[in-house]
């Protein structure tokens, strides 16, 4: 079964610092998906990946996954309070929406 | 907003009791997956269904079944309850076009 890894588990940023957030597989990424979730909520849909060397970016978060499709890093450019939350690594490995997740990173932004 | 919505929010159960926890999804929904995120920890696969039939199982019991239904809700229902069941459980809902599927808001249940 495919496993995925998070780092760093949490991660506390001061207000406007950049970060980086990594998510590695044990098998080869064939659909990758980046979550977010506020504390005991819902899961808030960011970007897929599919393709190796693939880049995707939505305001101030841009998402990649490295060319042999085992690991994808988010990052936050200037980070904001309202980026503060848990965020997920989702692996869809048969492409049925059957996802398997990382434990997830909690990001703290300090204002 | 994703247009799924889950009910009950919140939910105290005690062992060895039985759940229903539900589901609501828009129209044209026709796959939903229900996902169990114990605390501190990420969520983890039970089931899906597609066209109110069952379209493969996470490593969960029996105990564990679900329903969909024609008006694109559906249903997760645990028997015998145990401790290690308190849990977020989520819904995830998608059309047959999209490439992603959109999570409900969680119904948390604390099994006591």
């Known amino acids: 079964s495919q496993e995925l890894e998070q780092s760093p588990q949490s991660l506390i940023v001061q207000e406007g610092k950049n970060l980086t957030i990594n998510c590695t597989s044990s098998?080869?990424?064939?659909?990758l998906y980046w979550y977010k979730q506020k504390y005991g909520e819902g899961l808030i849909f960011l970007m897929m990946?599919?393709?190796?060397?693939e880049e995707k970016s939505h305001e101030k978060i841009t998402a990649k996954l490295d060319e042999k499709k085992q690991q994808s890093s988010l990052h936050i450019t200037a980070s904001q309070p309202s980026h503060a939350g848990i965020y997920l690594c989702g692996a869809d490995p048969g492409s049925n929406y059957k996802l398997t997740f990382g434990k997830g990173t909690l990001l703290t932004v300090n204002p | 907003e994703t247009g799924v919505t889950q009910s009950p929010t919140h939910l105290i159960k005690t062992r060895g009791q039985q759940v229903t926890l539900r589901c609501s999804s828009q129209s044209g929904h026709n796959t939903v997956s229900w996902y169990q995120q114990a605390l501190g920890q990420g969520p983890q696969f039970i089931f899906q269904?597609?066209?109110?039939?069952?379209?493969g199982r996470g490593n969960f019991p029996p105990r564990f079944s679900g329903l969909q239904f024609p008006n694109y809700s559906s249903e997760l229902n645990v028997n015998a309850l145990e401790l290690d069941d308190s849990a977020l459980y989520l819904c995830?809902?998608?059309?047959?076009?999209?490439?992603?599927?959109?999570f409900g808001p969680g119904t948390r249940l604390t099994v006591l």
């Open positions: 269904y597609y066209r109110e039939e069952e379209n």
């Open positions: 098998k080869t990424l064939y659909g």
């Open positions: 990946l599919q393709k190796g060397g």
């Open positions: 995830a809902s998608k059309t047959p076009e999209a490439d992603t599927q959109y």
